[in-house]
């Protein structure tokens, strides 16, 4: 997740524009008297930990979402994006046929960003998927290995592309630089009927940035 420091002052944990990236943790089996229902927060930019309201933190996908981060987070971020992969491995190594067709976004390390494209096929002797990107570019990936997201629905994405396109966070609202231009990329050559409000969201993105 995106949050406040555990030991963050009153001003400083209500500032979203102060957030690090965190490593989160719940109960398994009875929880612990002292968590009162919070979540255990542990800090890869500081190596504090602390006690955190559920509410109090942002599902890290949407914090990073076509905006730069602080290079001074690099390290941190890094950290939890590969956390967030290994929770993922067995989700993905069971992917399969399953996801044909689907959309996904694939966050490129020594870019510091987010790509986006769909998956349209899969390869069983290697167990790979073949992403075609946004920007007519294809790959294909083991999906187990790599730090992905894939979208439930083109609503899911296209609440992210609504704040992309204007330039605001996702969580707090507030207008901040964008990772890199187009704020949008063109829509894929192939892509599911049910995703056609994405592509018009990126189209009316495009268009207000020309």
């Not at 993922?88 to 986006?116: E, F, M, N």
Request: aromatic fraction near 8%.
């Amino acid at each position: 997740g995106w949050g406040p420091e555990a030991d963050a002052d009153e001003a400083t944990a209500n500032d979203p524009e102060t957030f690090v990236p965190l490593l989160l943790f719940t109960h398994v089996g009875r929880a612990d008297a002292e968590s009162q229902g919070r979540l255990l927060a542990y800090s890869p930019d500081s190596g504090n930990h602390g006690w955190l309201e559920h509410e109090a933190v942002h599902p890290i996908l949407t914090r990073m979402w076509r905006r730069r981060q602080p290079a001074s987070l690099g390290k941190a971020i890094l950290v939890a994006v590969k956390a967030w992969r290994l929770l993922h491995v067995q989700l993905h190594a069971a992917a399969k046929k399953t996801v044909i067709g689907r959309r996904l976004c694939v966050y490129w390390p020594d870019d510091s960003q987010w790509y986006c494209g769909i998956i349209n096929d899969f390869d069983t002797k290697d167990d790979k998927h073949l992403v075609h990107y946004d920007d007519d570019k294809d790959e294909w990936l083991l999906l187990k290995d790599e730090i992905v997201h894939i979208f439930d629905s083109a609503e899911e994405e296209l609440s992210l592309e609504d704040c992309a396109a204007s330039g605001k966070c996702f969580c707090c609202g507030r207008v901040s630089k964008l990772a890199k231009p187009p704020l949008a990329l063109p829509a894929p050559a192939v892509a599911p009927s049910d995703n056609g409000a994405v592509a018009e969201a990126q189209k009316r993105a495009r268009d207000g940035a020309e």
